[in-house]
């Protein structure tokens, strides 16, 4: 694509919170933009799920709110075909002044746990399954979204209901186009179990590939939304009495020789599948940050309601936490379903393939895998509530193997200055923020 034959196009960046931070530019800086012509405050990326700077935060008075430059991810150019005046996007990360990433910016975070797989001669391949709920916000309450056809509400759930695909077909039609014009790998699409619920399975590809492509996903689907009359959103919890939207990640690992290094050719996996899942669960934990980091996000945390809460694993088990899924032993993979749909992809890839790692690097053995229903069994929970959550991320020695300082710093200043801010909201208010920044 000839960025240069567009009279603009926009950069763009991922904050702390998912969301994309970046600048509108005219065609002609098509040329300039690895020569570091891109610059913007650092403290962009810190920025709270409101938009606004980090209270005491270092990035800002204490450097002077000093700039970096944005230089391209290597994802190319894209366009956005929600956008009535074609303008590309090209997707970038944050650098210091002299050429070193900045260590908060999420997308490097994921790269440095990658590197340290590359440095074993491994490479992670990695899929998401994401949920979102389409709703009507157009009242001061939120509400299902409503039939095309008949325009009242959406009153039942439709479990992989073929009804409800032809009822949303030309919204879902356009977004399959859609996908395929920006490279996404779109794959299923089935009617989930909420009102208005669907899923998406984004199909395996390289890690870092399926985690822009996640972030990418994300944008498009929301602004996509808004053409055809209503909302899509990936909040945690849209409705306090339905499903919950999650993020499910599937990811494995292969060698130089093109061979899955969790694959023993039975369906058990290898001893590097098993330490791996020690780590995973080793860390799940203080982890919670990363799969529930908003307050709307422990609305869906809860036991029996179809998002694993206990720190376990299984074979073909969907109410573990961590499943290892049948099929053929070549592609045999670990499925990490704690995450909601609120989260931001590089954090939550970074966090959980930096925890597998450490199983492996520490040679970890797994507890039993459970029988049966996690939810009837003794188990360690996740932090039952927000404010835990930011306390044991700081601390947690295991994530410190995982994440630099500094991000981690930032994160927690982060979620401390939203604790505050929502504690003084009216709960019912809380969805008017997030329907459409998570």
């Not at 670990?334 to 989260?343: K, Q």
């Not at 020695?397 to 300082?405: M, S």
Request: charged share 25%.
């Amino acid at each position: 694509m000839d960025l240069s034959t567009f009279q603009t196009f926009r950069v763009g960046a991922c904050d702390l919170n998912g969301r994309m931070r970046g600048k509108r530019v005219p065609g002609d800086y098509a040329g300039k933009l690895d020569k570091g012509a891109i610059r913007m405050p650092i403290s962009a990326l810190n920025l709270d799920i409101f938009g606004a700077d980090i209270e005491d935060s270092p990035l800002v008075f204490e450097t002077g709110d000093a700039d970096g430059i944005l230089l391209p991810t290597g994802r190319g150019a894209l366009p956005l075909p929600w956008l009535e005046t074609e303008q590309p996007l090209v997707p970038m990360a944050m650098y210091h002044e002299d050429g070193r990433p900045f260590e908060g910016d999420p997308r490097h975070a994921l790269d440095a746990v990658l590197a340290r797989y590359a440095k074993r001669g491994w490479r992670v391949v990695a899929a998401t399954e994401l949920e979102f709920t389409l709703v009507d916000d157009s009242d001061d309450t939120l509400s299902p979204v409503k039939n095309p056809l008949t325009g009242r509400e959406i009153g039942s759930e439709e479990i992989l209901s073929m009804a409800q695909l032809d009822l949303f077909d030309p919204f879902l039609s356009e977004l399959y186009e859609a996908c395929a014009a920006m490279d996404i790998p779109a794959q299923t699409m089935t009617s989930e179990s909420g009102v208005g619920q669907f899923e998406i399975t984004l199909n395996h590809q390289d890690a870092m590939r399926a985690a822009d492509d996640t972030w990418l996903f994300k944008r498009l689907i929301r602004n996509l939304a808004r053409t055809h009359g209503f909302a899509a959103t990936f909040m945690a919890k849209p409705f306090a009495d339905d499903a919950g939207n999650g993020m499910h990640l599937h990811f494995s690992v292969w060698d130089e020789d093109g061979k899955n290094v969790f694959d023993n050719g039975e369906e058990e996996g290898t001893p590097l599948l098993k330490q791996a899942v020690a780590g995973c669960i080793a860390a799940m934990r203080e982890s919670t940050l990363l799969f529930a980091p908003h307050a709307n996000s422990y609305d869906r945390l809860v036991p029996g309601a179809h998002a694993p809460t206990g720190v376990a694993w299984a074979y073909e088990n969907r109410t573990a936490a961590i499943r290892v899924p049948g099929g053929s032993p070549k592609a045999r993979r670990i499925e990490h379903r704690v995450a909601g749909g609120d989260t931001n992809p590089y954090l939550t890839f970074a966090g959980v393939m930096g925890a597998a790692l450490t199983g492996i690097e520490d040679a970890l053995e797994p507890p039993e895998p459970i029988t049966g229903n996690a939810y009837d069994l003794n188990l360690l929970q996740l932090c039952e509530d927000w404010e835990s959550a930011i306390d044991m991320f700081e601390t947690a020695p295991i994530l410190a193997r995982v994440f630099e300082p500094m991000l981690i710093q930032n994160l927690v200043m982060t979620k401390r200055q939203e604790l505050a801010l929502f504690a003084e909201m009216d709960p019912a208010e809380h969805w008017k923020v997030y329907l459409e920044t998570v």
